[in-house]
């Protein structure tokens, strides 16, 4: 049987081939988007893709497109022509959960742009419901967190402060990140306008209605989902 690794590599390949030459990409970030950011490196490089330019969404994926020789510009009111990332969570109808990487807010800034938005997996990431496994990220300003988490838990009471050691999680944009447990019967739509019209809230990791389509693969293959 495959293992994860190899399988997130073959949904990243399966994206990759989507991409022509003299295309604007959307640089995921994680441990699924890496594997597309070295296969585009390596096309470039070997001469079977031209004119790409990569816009990031962290500092890592950043620093590992430039490390492939792709080319990295800003995020900028241009639109790109396709987004390939990965998801922690991904839904019949294509809705995600993003976020667990820490990144969710740049995903987001720079997906949005994206004509289409591609997402590359593993089969353990497949649910029924949002919130089935993973929690939700919220991006919650670092100024005040303690009362934006006391406002939170006024919706959500379950969850946590992102905390791997002595200090909060910081993201690329200096803020924290609060994880949400999320009950089991929600509308998406709905809980993230509450929680985005919560102060102290930055953006969730909800990506409702963005994606295109999925990669997923499995130890049987790799399969296309589409958003009905």
């Given at each position: 049987m495959a293992d994860?690794?190899?399988?997130k590599k073959e949904a990243a390949l399966r994206a990759v081939d989507l991409v022509q030459s003299g295309m604007r990409v959307g640089l995921g970030t994680g441990s699924t988007a890496k594997y597309a950011i070295e296969e585009l490196g390596r096309r470039v490089q070997a001469g079977e893709l031209t004119g790409i330019v990569g816009v990031a969404t962290s500092e890592a994926s950043d620093t590992l497109a430039r490390q492939v020789?792709?080319?990295?510009?800003?995020?900028?009111?241009r639109?790109?022509?396709?987004?390939?990332?990965?998801?922690?969570?991904v839904a019949p109808n294509l809705d995600l959960i993003k976020g667990l990487g820490g990144a969710l807010l740049r995903e987001k800034l720079t997906e949005v742009q994206a004509r289409r938005l591609i997402i590359i997996a593993d089969h353990t990431k497949?649910?029924?419901?949002?919130?089935?496994?993973?929690?939700?990220?919220?991006e919650i300003a670092a100024f005040?967190?303690?009362s934006t988490i006391e406002r939170l838990r006024a919706q959500l009471p379950g969850g946590r402060l992102r905390q791997p050691g002595a200090q909060?999680?910081?993201?690329?944009?200096?803020?924290?990140?609060?994880?949400?447990?999320?009950?089991g019967a929600?509308?998406?739509?709905?809980?993230?306008?509450?929680?985005?019209?919560?102060?102290?809230?930055?953006?969730?990791?909800?990506?409702?209605?963005?994606?295109?389509?999925?990669?997923?693969?499995?130890?049987d293959g790799v399969s296309e989902l589409t958003r009905p």
């Amino acid at each position: 049987m495959a293992d994860l690794e190899t399988l997130k590599k073959e949904a990243a390949l399966r994206a990759v081939d989507l991409v022509q030459s003299g295309m604007r990409v959307g640089l995921g970030t994680g441990s699924t988007a890496k594997y597309a950011i070295e296969e585009l490196g390596r096309r470039v490089q070997a001469g079977e893709l031209t004119g790409i330019v990569g816009v990031a969404t962290s500092e890592a994926s950043d620093t590992l497109a430039r490390q492939v020789g792709l080319r990295v510009e800003v995020l900028d009111p241009r639109a790109l022509d396709i987004a390939i990332d990965g998801a922690d969570e991904v839904a019949p109808n294509l809705d995600l959960i993003k976020g667990l990487g820490g990144a969710l807010l740049r995903e987001k800034l720079t997906e949005v742009q994206a004509r289409r938005l591609i997402i590359i997996a593993d089969h353990t990431k497949v649910v029924n419901r949002l919130g089935e496994k993973a929690p939700l990220p919220v991006e919650i300003a670092a100024f005040g967190f303690l009362s934006t988490i006391e406002r939170l838990r006024a919706q959500l009471p379950g969850g946590r402060l992102r905390q791997p050691g002595a200090q909060p999680f910081l993201t690329d944009n200096g803020n924290y990140i609060y994880d949400a447990q999320l009950p089991g019967a929600i509308d998406p739509p709905t809980l993230e306008r509450q929680l985005k019209g919560t102060l102290g809230v930055v953006d969730t990791g909800f990506f409702l209605g963005m994606a295109e389509r999925a990669f997923v693969a499995s130890p049987d293959g790799v399969s296309e989902l589409t958003r009905p």
